[in-house]
Nanobody, 115 residues
Framework: VQLQASGGGTVQAGGSLRLACAAS????????MGWYRQAPGKQRESVARITSAGITNYADAVKGRFTISGDNAKKTVYLQMNSLKPEDTAVYYC??????????WGQGTQVTVSS
């Protein structure tokens, strides 16, 4: 199983980026898809998650600015990031959890927001 993340880059504060993560290989019954991020010197933190039922959860720091969406059939998860701030700068990782709680991670994509 491989998760390929894309869409990272450098943007000015206030700008937008859209991340995508596509899974290939055998994944059974996805229950949760999500995005995490890790800034230099900090621990990895959850950014947004979406369940197979479409229930979403966001970190307080991104509520109202980021939107997660997913397509279980295509095994793809997206993160639309608007009104980006310098503190959003981090490596963003996608994550998929299947029914037996087995978890898969993408390789990470760098997001840099300049002030």
């Amino acid at each position: 199983v491989q998760l390929q993340a894309s869409g990272g880059g450098t943007v000015q504060a206030g700008g937008s980026l859209r991340l995508a993560c596509a899974a290939s290989g055998s994944i059974s019954a996805i229950i949760v898809m999500g995005w995490y991020r890790q800034a230099p010197g900090k621990q990895r933190e959850s950014v947004a998650r979406i369940t197979s039922a479409g229930i979403t959860n966001y970190a307080d720091a991104v509520k109202g600015r980021f939107t997660i969406s997913g397509d279980n059939a295509k095994k793809t998860v997206y993160l639309q990031m608007n009104s980006l701030k310098p503190e959003d700068t981090a490596v963003y990782y996608c994550n998929i959890v299947q029914y037996d709680t087995r978890t898969y991670w993408g390789q990470g994509t760098q997001v840099t927001v300049s002030s």
